[in-house]
Structure formats: C-alpha cells, structure tokens
C-alpha cells in the first residue's frame, strides 16, 4: 500500500486525449483522472499542486498527495480558481524536451510538459518513476537536457 494519496491530474475538456501525454497513465494503480470542471470523490485536504511561483516541492511533501491540472497554460489558469484551497508548489528550473509552437502566445520559461512535471516531482519525493516516461515521445531528450539535476536530486536523496 501507497504511504500517500493517489496523484489526481485534472483534465480540460479542451485536452485532446489522443495528443495527451498523460493518457498512458490513465488506468494505472495510484492514478485518477477528473475531467474539469467535475471533481471526483477524493479530499484534497491532503494534498498539494503543482504550479509556477509557490513554495519549492521538497521530500517534507512526500506523505501528499499530487494534483495535477493538464492542459495548456491558458486552460490551466482558468482551472486554477477551483483549486484555490490546494496548497501549491514549485519545481525547480528544468529544461523542457517538449518542442513548443505556439504562434498566439508565450509559455512560461519554467514551463514544463505535464509528464515532465510529474516526473520531476516524482522525483523530488523520492517516488517510483519507472515506467511514467513510457509513451512520452520525447523522453530520452528531456532525460538527457537534464542530467546534472538529475544527479543533483540523487545525491540530495542520500544525504
């Protein structure tokens, strides 16, 4: 059993399940999705978020659970207000492999693919990452443009 509360990732109806890189997870032990704007059963009274200007995530977050919005960042902001009451955390700077073209606007310069973003804070508390890189078509790219961090955090785990 789990020592913490399944990661909950909350999809806009205007996320494309074919183009999403979160898809592979649905279904797997330790994950539930809720499609915006239902919520599913599940407090949040235990859990964190992840978001851009907040609070590092740290291991002192690891027994929370994770709530995840999925969606461009535009979306994403209109989500936000419904999810207020969830404490937020940050990752710290990671380059994304995510190959962006947004033409209308920019994305944040710390902004990560959703995948990514789970995968670094799964990482940050100490959490089984295999197999979450799976069907993210740029894997490889974003393991190797952030290898030093990568070394950092498995370092930072045995001290």
């Given at each position: 059993m789990d020592?913490?509360?399944?990661?909950?990732?909350?999809?806009?109806?205007?996320?494309?399940?074919?183009?999403?890189?979160?898809?592979?997870?649905?279904?797997?032990?330790?994950?539930?999705?809720?499609?915006?704007?239902?919520l599913?059963?599940?407090?949040?009274?235990?859990?964190?978020?992840?978001?851009?200007?907040?609070?590092?995530?740290?291991?002192?977050?690891?027994?929370?659970?994770?709530l995840?919005?999925d969606?461009?960042?535009?979306?994403?902001?209109?989500?936000?207000p419904?999810f207020?009451?969830?404490?937020?955390r940050?990752l710290?700077?990671?380059?994304?492999?995510?190959?962006?073209?947004?033409k209308?606007?920019?994305?944040?310069?710390?902004g990560?693919?959703?995948?990514?973003?789970l995968?670094?804070?799964?990482?940050?508390l100490?959490?089984?990452?295999?197999?979450?890189l799976?069907?993210?078509?740029?894997?490889?790219?974003?393991?190797?443009?952030?290898?030093?961090l990568?070394?950092?955090?498995a370092?930072?785990?045995?001290?």
């Amino acid at each position: 059993m789990d020592r913490f509360p399944p990661t909950i990732i909350v999809v806009h109806p205007k996320e494309r399940r074919w183009k999403c890189m979160m898809e592979p997870l649905r279904g797997r032990p330790g994950f539930v999705f809720w499609r915006f704007p239902r919520l599913g059963p599940q407090p949040l009274d235990n859990y964190v978020q992840l978001g851009l200007n907040a609070p590092p995530l740290t291991r002192q977050d690891a027994d929370k659970g994770l709530l995840i919005l999925d969606g461009t960042w535009r979306l994403v902001e209109r989500m936000a207000p419904a999810f207020a009451h969830v404490p937020r955390r940050s990752l710290p700077q990671c380059r994304t492999a995510y190959p962006r073209s947004s033409k209308l606007f920019e994305d944040p310069e710390e902004g990560l693919a959703t995948i990514e973003a789970l995968y670094l804070a799964y990482r940050i508390l100490g959490r089984d990452t295999r197999g979450l890189l799976d069907g993210y078509r740029w894997a490889r790219q974003f393991l190797d443009r952030n290898r030093e961090l990568w070394e950092q955090l498995a370092m930072d785990e045995t001290s």
